[in-house]
């Protein structure tokens, strides 16, 4: 089972239940950080995932630049979705692992 790492938005049980049903182990963070060590509040997620979205509706600019930064040094697909919808990010994250 693929994993599939989505940051942003309140809804971790609903992510991780439509992942399932489509076959994808979702690690979910909601992207509220706080202290400034957004790195460590992410990387156990990232590390995990072979994708990566983040929700652009529901994330602040610090989180979103820190997981992206650690995504892209660590070569995982990245994508973006627009909104808090959690069947287009799903979506999204099947279209990147295909």
Do not use: C, P
């Not at 049980?13 to 950080?33: Q, S």
């Not at 999204?92 to 692992?97: D, E, N, V, Y």
Request: hydrophobic share 40%; proline share 0%; aromatic share 6%.
């Amino acid at each position: 089972m693929k994993t599939v790492a989505i940051i942003g938005g309140s809804q971790t049980g609903t992510f991780k239940e439509i992942g399932k049903r489509h076959g994808l182990n979702i690690e979910h963070h909601d992207g509220k950080i706080g202290g400034g060590r957004a790195e460590s509040h992410f990387k156990r997620i990232i590390n995990k995932a072979e994708v990566v979205i983040i929700l652009k509706g529901a994330i602040n600019h610090s989180s979103m630049w820190a997981v992206r930064g650690m995504a892209e040094k660590q070569g995982k697909k990245i994508d973006y979705h627009n909104g808090f919808g959690v069947t287009g990010a799903v979506e999204k994250a099947l279209q990147l692992i295909s």
